[in-house]
């Protein structure tokens, strides 16, 4: 069966510092990949997807950035991240060319930008 | 008008109460419906797909209306551990991208 990691679970990190957050698959192959983030008492705003390595398209500007250097891998990075960066970040993933698209999510990492 | 808007709720009822949730999309080109549930604190999870012709898993029943732009989501019999927030899903076509489309979820409160 499939299952989707995500490190750390909470995080802290104080205003301008980097940030990298990993995602991995395991279970299937060549998975659509998405990070995800959901600020307080708000819906989940897609970041980035990816469909394949070095694949990655970003659905709203601003100073995050994300990688797939391997086929189960998906990292989220900042180089120096703001107040606003705050919130839950979810990675998912989906069977690719399903036409369902039912996406799968890991457990998150709560980031707190202080 | 967003993308698709459900009501905020929170919908406080009793154990074994009948609730419904609607939400409303506004591309009518879309093709694959969800509802997840999602716990305080927690990742959303798949609750069910939703189907043309409606389909019922358990005591939870999804219906599709397209004529209208809605679906719902009709839960019998609460539980306390219905206590959730349920977000409605609707895919969307963006030139040659497809991605999913999250309304800002229902709260549900299921009392003793």
């Known amino acids: 069966s499939q299952t989707i990691h995500q490190w750390p679970a909470t995080l802290v990190q104080p205003v301008g510092s980097p940030l990298s957050l990993e995602c991995t698959v395991e279970?299937?192959?060549?998975?659509?990949l998405y990070w995800y983030r959901q600020a307080a008492g708000r819906g989940l705003q897609l970041l980035f997807y990816s469909v394949g390595i070095g694949q990655i398209s970003s659905e709203v500007p601003q100073n995050l950035s994300a990688s797939r250097p391997q086929d189960r891998q998906f990292i989220l990075s900042s180089k120096k991240l703001l107040l606003s960066d705050s919130g839950f970040y979810l990675c998912a993933w989906s069977v690719p060319r399903n036409r369902k698209e039912t996406q799968y999510f890991g457990p998150g990492t709560r980031l707190l930008v202080l | 008008r967003k993308e698709v808007e459900q009501d905020p709720g929170p919908f406080n009822v009793p154990e074994g109460a009948t609730v419904a949730f609607n939400c409303t999309y506004s591309?009518?080109?879309?093709?694959?419906f969800f509802w997840y549930r999602q716990d305080c604190r927690k990742e959303p999870k798949l609750l069910m797909s939703v189907y043309s012709s409606g389909n019922e898993d358990g005591r939870f029943t999804a219906q599709l209306n397209r004529a209208s732009q809605y679906i719902s989501l009709l839960i019998r019999d609460s539980k306390l551990s219905d206590s959730a927030t349920y977000l409605c899903v609707v895919n969307s076509r963006a030139g040659n991208n497809r991605k999913l489309i999250w309304g800002l979820g229902t709260s549900l409160a299921v009392n003793p």
């Open positions: 279970g299937t192959s060549n998975p659509n």
């Open positions: 591309n009518s080109a879309s093709q694959s």
